[in-house]
Each structure stands twice: as C-alpha cells, then as structure tokens.
C-alpha cells in the first residue's frame, strides 16, 4: 500500500521525523529525507532505528536517500514535516520546492495550529493531515534514534474526515508495522495529546530541568500536573470536546513505567535548542481564553517558560 504514495519527502529527520521515515522507508515507501546538520554524518554512517520493546534491536534504514537541499527533490506527491514547530515562520520558504498543485501534505508536529498554517501556506482544498505521535522517542546520535516505548500514531484530517487519498497514508504507516489510530476530530486528538504534552514537557523545563519520574514522585509537582491537566480538559469542553477524567488518569499511568524520562521539550532545553513555548502552551492558552476561561495554571506555566527559554 506504501508504495502506492508516490513520491514522499520528509522535511525534519530528528527523533520523531526519522523514526517514522526510517521505518516508512523500510517498507518500500519512496522516500527522500531533507537533513541538515546531521546530513553528513548520516550519509557516512546510515541512519539507525534501536527497538526497545524488541530486545533492544538495530534496524539500519535501507534504502536511505538523503538530501540537504529540497531543490534536489522537487515536487512530490506527499511531503511529510516533522520539523519542529518554532520554524513554523519559515515553513512555507522551505517546503515550497517540494509542494505543486497536487501536493497531500501530513504534520507530525507537536502542539495546536500547525495544519492551520500550513493551510494558510499552501491552500486548504488539499488533504492536510495531521499525525499525533503518543510514544517516546529520542535521537541519542545524529544517526541513531531509540525508540523507547512504540505507542501509536493517531490521525487526523484538517477540515473534514479521513479521506480516500488520506487513509493511503496512514495505512502506509500501518503498514510499516506502526500501530494507527484513526479520529473523526483532529481537534479532539489535539487537545487529548495536549494533557499530557502541557504538564509533562512544561514541568520537566520549569521545575529545574528534571525528568518525568521526578514529577510524579513530587507531590506539588504531581498535584501541578494534575491541575494544567484538568485545566485543559476545560478548554477542550469550552470547544464542545469532553476529555473523560479518567484519560487525565491514565496519563499518569503511562508515565510511571517510562522511568527517567527526559521529554523532547526539556532536551531541547537543555541543548540550548528552542522550544516549541506558543504551540505547545501558548497556543491552547490563548483557545481557552478567547472563550472567557480562567486558566491560571497554564498561564503561569506559559509565562515561566518564555521567561526560561527566552534567547533560545
């Protein structure tokens, strides 16, 4: 089914981007990777994907086709952007050599507003779908991405349901031996991610640069945590989307077993990287309050944050 996608670019090969594109390419997916800093030294020395679950076994990417220059591609049919969010400016200048007129293109970035801006970039008659990404993932090398616990990509489509030409791709993932989910409302998935996304990266940065197991053996920190949780669950319903309590739960159980966990905001924190701050808590912040909601926690959060990662 894959290799019925045509010509796919994926712009952003890091932990997420060259997890998913490495086990895509894998498969039989014609794929062409855009890297940048790490190009050289993937091209020496292969891209390497390490399973975790499976005995910690290596799978090298082969075929591996790497670019620096999307010039060198030029259009495809899909173009995959896994580049993170703070480029989101300057997405549209980097895309463009590789989107045309029939260009489907599929987002599996963090946080809210990125099908929006593409849309805005590119036009919305065609398919934008966004793929939210709940596992743990880390790039340890430039060319080695460890993928700690497999979980599932979930699948949305930017203004409708999932279409023909949209359901191709996530069964290319299927495919590819990753677990899918499917949703009729992206923005459902959105502000779902979001519970777990906003307490754990946010406290992991502003409670000192610590890892999730930290959080939750902290009682302030764990009763935070609840707090930003129960607060986006109250934006998610001022937007006629009911998040059960018991999913804000069952985020805490699935973080228990993930250990010392260092969530990609606070690596890229403590790399000196910018962090996604208005996609991430920003963004749903700003949602929760055009609908008249208080949201004293994540408001806090969000401040801390710009005041931390300022300059980064």
């Known amino acids: 089914m894959g290799k019925g996608l045509g010509k ?92 045309g007129p029939g260009t489907n293109l599929l987002t599996l970035q963090n946080g809210m507003g990125n099908v929006e801006n593409l849309a805005t970039a590119f036009g919305s008659k065609r398919t934008i779908l966004a793929g939210l990404c ?21 699948f949305g489509q930017y203004g409708s349901g999932l279409s ?61 945590a609840s707090r930003l949780m129960e607060e986006i669950q109250a934006a998610a319903l001022t937007h006629e989307i009911a998040i059960e309590d018991s999913f804000l739960a069952r985020q805490f159980d699935l973080t228990e077993p993930m250990g010392a966990y260092r969530p990609s905001s606070l690596i890229d924190f403590l790399d000196g990287k910018s962090v996604e701050v208005e996609t991430i808590w920003g963004e749903p912040l700003r949602r929760g309050e055009s609908k008249g909601l208080e949201m004293r926690e994540l408001r806090q959060l969000y401040d801390e944050l710009k005041t931390l990662t300022q300059g980064k």
């Open 164 to 224: 023909e030409r949209a359901e191709e791709m996530v069964s290319a993932f299927e495919d590819a031996g990753i677990q899918v989910k499917r949703a009729e409302s992206l923005d459902e998935v959105l502000w779902r991610k979001l519970c777990w996304n906003v307490p754990f990266n946010g406290l992991a940065i502003a409670c000192g640069g610590i890892t999730t197991d930290r959080i939750l053996g902290n009682a302030g920190h764990r009763s935070r």
């Open 8 to 99: 796919v670019a994926l712009v952003g090969p890091g932990a997420v981007g060259g997890f998913y594109g490495g086990m895509l390419a894998n498969s039989g997916v014609d794929l062409r990777f855009v890297f940048r800093s790490s190009y050289d030294q993937v091209c020496e020395n292969g891209l390497w994907i390490v399973h975790h679950s499976d005995d910690c076994r290596e799978e090298k990417v082969e075929p591996l086709h790497c670019f620096r220059d999307p010039l060198e591609i030029g259009e495809c049919d899909w173009v995959i952007v896994a580049i993170k969010s703070t480029a989101n400016e300057q997405l549209e200048e980097i895309l463009k050599p590789l989107v």
């Open 134 to 154: 709940f596992t743990c993932i880390n790039r340890t090398k430039p060319n080695r991405i460890e993928s700690l616990l497999p979980g599932y990509v979930q």
